[in-house]
T-cell receptor, first 115, second 109 residues
């Protein structure tokens, strides 16, 4: 499978716990994006990496959220002190880094439930 | 005003009919437009991209773009039960995608 992969696919955690998600992009893609989607809404942008550099963070990304892409390959998204409002599907997408027409391809997502 | 708005659903069409989905966007400088299909409980799947005014056809799907009217549409011809899903319109800015809330389509057999 050469698509975007995410791990875990599902995570149930108690409020106040920390969670970490992993995303492996399509191998030749140097751009990586994180989005969050809640029921009945479209995905909302969280953050964006070009290679290992984090170039943009949404105002949705509070100080409890941190994302890394240490070697420009896989990325992790950590949520500290989870809250019930963090329950959502966390989606990772990747795209090529050249050309204006950068189509983004999504992974299967990680569904987070905070109890 | 939301950046991307889609016609509210749900949309129910009989098998074999044409499903018509509409989307408007607020950023006049946008250059890239996409349609994603999302089955219940799954992630979005890219089905169409369009960058120039006019029509673009791919199989049973036709995307239409009118930048002057800031309007994008998707037609699904000969609708099949497997087309039952939520369709998301996405508009690309410098790097991120802005999505509409989606239109849920149900194809009745």
């Amino acid at each position: 499978d050469t698509g975007v992969s995410q791990d875990p696919r599902h995570k149930i955690t108690k409020r106040g716990q920390n969670v970490t998600f992993r995303c492996d992009p399509i191998s030749e893609h140097n751009r990586l994006y994180w989005y969050r989607q809640t029921l009945g809404q479209g995905p909302e942008f969280l953050t964006y990496f070009q290679n290992e550099a984090q170039l943009e963070k949404s105002r949705l990304l509070s100080d409890r959220f941190s994302a890394e892409r240490p070697k420009g390959s896989f990325s992790t998204l950590e949520i500290q002190r989870t809250e019930q409002g963090d329950s959502a599907m966390y989606l990772c997408a990747s795209s090529r880094g050249t050309g204006a027409r950068l189509e983004q391809y999504f992974g299967p997502g990680t569904r987070l439930t905070v109890t | 005003q939301k950046e991307v708005e889609q016609n509210s659903g749900p949309l129910s069409v009989p098998e074999g009919a044409i499903a018509s989905l509409n989307c408007t966007y607020s950023d006049r400088g946008s250059q890239s437009f996409f349609w994603y299909r999302q089955y219940s409980g799954k992630s979005p799947e890219l089905i169409m991209s369009i960058y120039s005014n006019g029509d673009k056809e791919d199989g049973r799907f036709t995307a239409q773009l009118n930048k002057a009217s800031q309007y994008v549409s998707l037609l699904i011809r000969d609708s099949q039960p497997s087309d039952s899903a939520t369709y998301l319109c996405a508009v690309k800015g410098d790097y991120k995608l802005s999505f509409g809330a989606g239109t849920t389509v149900t194809v009745r057999a």
